[in-house]
């Protein structure tokens, strides 16, 4: 019998005044929804991100995950369908904001707060040692997302063998030497 996850610690770190004001000014429909149908509309996007991408992307390897960096957690939709899969699995998720109410935060055993545009966020990824089996976004901001994508913050924390994966329905700009 496997007993509830509990959150073990909550981090939060300061956003600095000019990333603060950036933040601000974007917003995300994940934000809104409540964790229901946030849960329901993930679970159909990686079904079909399974047969769209020929495989490249497969829901049913989240059962073998071990640790998972789930990045804008949200209200919590990806852990609650990753715990869902593997009761097992570590999950740690990141957000700029912290929300009330309607929310799977249980599922995570550790919860950052703070934006992924602050070095001091992936900073503290990296000090707690372990790598991530599995990355995973669902609906970032696009500025955000061209920030990840362009550095090596993710390719810091993510296992060797690891894969990630981010969701988005927008084009995004990369720099062609990070691919």
């Not at 956003?15 to 974007?26: G, I, K």
């Not at 904001?97 to 990824?125: C, F, H, K, M």
């Amino acid at each position: 019998m496997t007993e509830a996850v509990s959150v073990q610690n909550v981090l939060r770190v300061p956003a600095t005044p000019e990333v603060l004001r950036y933040e601000r000014n974007f917003s995300s429909l994940c934000d809104v929804q409540g964790i229901e149908l946030r849960t329901e509309v993930l679970k159909y996007v990686m079904e079909e991100a399974q047969t769209s991408t020929d495989g490249a992307f497969d829901p049913s390897k989240l059962k073998e995950t071990k640790r998972l960096l789930d990045l804008g957690m949200g209200r919590g939709a990806v852990g609650s369908i990753a715990k869902s899969m593997n009761p097992e699995m570590e999950i740690v998720g990141i957000d700029f904001a912290e929300y009330q109410g309607d929310t799977a935060y249980e599922a995570y055993n550790q919860r950052i707060i703070g934006s992924l545009l602050e070095p001091q966020v992936w900073e503290t990824l990296k000090a707690q040692g372990a790598k991530f089996d599995a990355v995973l976004s669902v609906g970032l901001p696009i500025h955000v997302l061209e920030f990840l994508l362009s550095g090596n913050n993710i390719a810091d924390v993510l296992d060797e063998k690891g894969q990630a994966t981010i969701f988005t329905d927008m084009p995004v700009s990369v720099p062609e030497e990070s691919l």
